[in-house]
């Protein structure tokens, strides 16, 4: 018997470092998806848009049947492509450059490279920790030593059953951000939520 396709990967995630570690692992776990978190031990170490590349050039990222065997990814070996699949990448701005800050978004960063048409950028400009303040979910920006600690208590794990409490807590984290204008994270959430049979992030009640 052949595979079955839910065991594939259908997202995965390369984060900046551990607030988003901490973020994305708070959203797949109350959403119950598989979702693989790509980070630089555990998001203890950080990735950056000026490093990106180089990051991408590992030999798991240079081919798409490497990628796809590294991550348990669907691949078409007819087409040579990947099936069903994202990879996203949650970046801060405050790093690099205007014009390869304009690149990354764009997606133009990534042209010539083999993942390049699965990539979605999402961006927090400047920061994730600007974004938190905007969406008043932080009340004050906390020292880079606590940071680790602090998002894990507002981000934190879920290790219980799938719930309308579990996915509500989803969705009222992605109407704190969906109106501002620094960040695309919401991308990221809608996807997640098209992965679930029967959910939508934007019903009528929440849309408002």
Known sequence: MPQNMLNYTKCAVIVHGKSEFSLVKYIYTNLHLPVKIIA???????????????????????????????YTVEY????????????????DTDD????????????????????????VPIYNDSNLEDIMLKAKIMVKRIPDAKKSSYYTKIFPINTGALSVDTINQVRTFAKKIKDIQETNMQVFIEYCFQQMPGEVLWNEENKK
């Open 96 to 119: 690099c450059d205007e014009v390869t800050k304009s690149k990354y978004i764009s997606g133009a960063l990534f042209e010539g490279h083999p993942l390049c048409e699965y990539i």
């Open 76 to 91: 078409d070996k007819s087409t040579k492509s990947l099936k069903n699949f994202k990879l996203f990448i949650i970046m």
């Open 40 to 70: 630089k031990d555990k998001g203890r170490g950080s990735i950056q848009i000026n490093g990106l590349l180089d990051y991408l050039s590992k030999k798991q990222f240079r081919t798409l049947k490497k990628f796809a065997d590294e």
